[in-house]
């Protein structure tokens, strides 16, 4: 198992592009950053898009995907929050990185101070937001021990089985998932992996097509500022004022109607089987 702790974190963005990857052939180059609920503190991205989610949830499971997931820390952070929020979900990650998707089927981290935070100071009573808080518990009930560092844990058997990953690359994502597929796309510094203005835009097209109507795609702060012209150029939309970094592809009027029959149709059966 790779030792996070000992990865310099500290490459500058946009300092390393995929084309150097392909030429000098390692992993030297990718940059696999990443962290459980990395996104939390900073922006509260991952509790509002956790919060838009419960209001899609119906029966179907929801589909989510982390594009360029690294060590897996993004995709399990989603199946603990979606099952501490009974929210039913297949998530999947890939990589283009053969060695992150095989330590991310492992589910087995060094946390890093801030994750242990969610652990052991928990306890001591330390304020947190409701979020911080839910997660708290659910990293305590989750994560098992491992080893004698004191930092090893691993996520508990069915979290593993539960999540999916592969080694693939975000240029052919519409290989990978149907059309009309995914509930949400997270790909938070991926793409400046791919320094190719029409290989990207090529993506982005691809996300477009995956995506369901309603579904959502979630950028980075700084990725957004970067490719808001061109998502928006391919009909997404920003509805949420606080969270320019999540994009929407809108619904079509006939998914509109489909929905407004559907709940109509739930209200009835509800009233029907109170009965
Ligand atoms: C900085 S990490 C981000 C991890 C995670 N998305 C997050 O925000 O915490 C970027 C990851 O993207 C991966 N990556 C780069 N180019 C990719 C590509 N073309 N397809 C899939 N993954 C890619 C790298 O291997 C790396 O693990």
Redesign the pocket.
Same mark, same amino acid.
């Given at each position: 198992m790779i030792n996070r702790l000992s990865i310099k974190n500290n490459i500058p963005f946009r300092a390393i592009h995929?084309n150097q990857?392909e030429r000098i052939g390692n992993?030297t180059v990718?940059?696999?950053?990443?962290?459980f609920f990395?996104?939390s503190d900073k922006e509260n991205t991952d509790a509002f898009v956790v919060s838009l989610l419960r209001r899609k949830n119906n029966n179907k499971p929801l589909t989510i995907v982390?594009?360029?997931?690294?060590?897996g820390?993004?995709v399990y952070s989603y199946a603990l929050a979606c099952e501490k929020y009974g929210i039913k979900a297949n998530i999947s990650g890939? /990589?283009?990185?053969s060695t992150?998707i095989n330590e991310a089927k492992q589910g087995k981290y060094y946390l890093n101070e801030k994750e242990l935070d969610y652990l052991v100071k928990y306890q001591k009573g330390k304020k947190r937001t409701p979020f911080q808080k839910a997660m708290s518990d659910t990293f305590a009930r989750n994560f098992e021990q491992k080893g004698r560092h004191k930092n090893c844990y691993q996520l508990k058997n069915d979290k593993l089985t539960n999540c999916e990953f592969r080694l /693939?690359?975000?240029?052919k994502i519409q290989t990978l998932y149907g059309k009309n597929s995914q509930d949400l796309i997270?790909?938070?510094?991926?793409?400046y992996?791919?320094p190719n203005i029409e290989e990207l835009y090529n993506v982005f097209g691809q996300f477009e097509k995956i995506l369901k109507p309603g579904g959502l795609l979630c950028l980075?702060d700084i990725e957004a500022k970067y490719y808001k012209e061109a998502l928006l150029t391919l009909g997404f939309i920003q509805p949420y004022k606080n969270y320019p970094w999540i994009f929407e592809k809108p619904k079509t009027r006939k998914d509109k109607l489909n929905d407004f029959i559907n709940s109509i149709e739930n209200f009835i059966n509800k009233g029907v089987n109170k009965k």
């Open positions: 995929l990857y992993e990718l940059n696999h950053k990443t962290s990395r996104y982390s594009a360029g997931c690294s060590f820390e993004e890939f /990589d283009i990185s992150v /693939d690359d975000v240029k997270l790909c938070r510094y991926v793409l992996h791919i980075n």
